[in-house]
């Protein structure tokens, strides 16, 4: 794994998504534009009714430091621990659906 390579440890953002698609594509931007530069992010939509799935996959289409995968909706603690089974990181970082994180945040949460 590249994360253990690298004198950073890798940073799992997990996002559990329901229904969110007004507001997924500006979370995922917010992690996105992150000045840390070891980190991961699985968003587990939950069944949405909306197009969250879509959204989401296609707002971070060609960006392998994004996976983002669909569920039966089983509820927010369901898609939070089957994102940490996927994680890969050091630490886990939850963010939801409709948050943003300042650039610096990863960075300073890691310190």
Same mark, same amino acid.
């Given at each position: 794994m590249e994360a253990e390579k690298s004198p950073s440890?890798?940073?799992?953002v997990i996002v559990p998504a329901y229904n969110m698609e007004r507001y997924v594509a500006e979370t995922l931007d917010?992690? *996105?534009? /992150?000045?840390?530069?070891?980190?991961e992010a699985i968003v587990v939509d939950d069944g949405?009714?909306?197009?969250t799935f879509e959204r989401a996959r296609r707002h971070v289409e060609g960006d392998d430091?994004?996976?983002?995968?669909?569920?039966?909706n089983r509820g927010v603690s369901a898609a939070?621990?089957?994102?940490? *089974?996927? /994680?890969?990181g050091r630490y886990i970082l939850p963010v939801d659906a409709d948050d943003l994180?300042?650039?610096d945040?990863?960075?300073?949460?890691?310190e």
């Open positions: 440890p890798l940073v799992s917010s992690i *996105r534009k /992150s000045n840390y530069p070891h980190w949405s009714k909306d197009e430091r994004f996976r983002v995968i669909r569920q039966e939070r621990n089957h994102a940490l *089974r996927l /994680s890969q994180i300042t650039p945040f990863i960075a300073r949460a890691v």
